[in-house]
């Protein structure tokens, strides 16, 4: 069962309740619990973040973008030698590696396309070179949400759960706010926002500081904006 080879998985694959798709369900909740947790974190469960937040689920999600931008995955077998290069033991282990096999990318540069793809999945909007092409998230984990009524889920809001919404509102529209909270290392935090095409734009005003828990982030913070008309 599941998706045809080539083909996006979506949320009828989710329904395919077999021993062989068990790891890919796991794998979906743990996404799960990575995207609504705040903070969160690509490389480290921070702390404060939730229960539900787990390296395993970023892990995946993460590389599973990496296979899809960088290994032709959306072809059969496509992202083997991808996969192959990044856990060769001649290979760097860690982000130096991941950076070393994309290319020499920086990390900053992957984050933001790894964000924008994030962004994007689902959209029915062009979805740009680095882009995930196995997974439509939005529908596919829609339908694990279902299945397993997975505790951590917000209802009403579909993935990635922008932290700006609230109920069942599925953006919402330009306003004077102010959002607070905590970001792990490599973490993200996202909005979705809809003009009334009205005003000439948006200001965005970012203050951060260093928190008294262990595992947050420290360095630069990174405004990346998706445009969807």
Known sequence: GGAAVGDMVVENDAFVWNKEFFGLILKAVRTVGYLTSQPNSVVA???SASTYHSVYG????FHRWLGDAY???STRLGDAPFFRTLNDSLTAAGAQGIMDVTGGKTWVELLEEYLEAT???GMGVPQGPTSFSTYDF????RGINVLANYPAKREGVDYPWPVNLSGTDPSAPFQT???????GPSGIRIFDVTSDGTDLGLDV???TSIGPFSMLATGPVR???VRVN
């Open 223 to 225: 405004i990346v904006v």
């Open 71 to 73: 290994g032709n995955a």
């Open 177 to 183: 706010r102010t959002d607070t909270g905590l970001i």
């Open 138 to 141: 939005p529908s596919f984990i």
């Open 119 to 121: 962004m994007l999945s």
């Open 58 to 61: 970023t892990g995946w999600h």
């Open 45 to 47: 469960s921070p702390a």
């Open 205 to 207: 005003m970012v203050s």
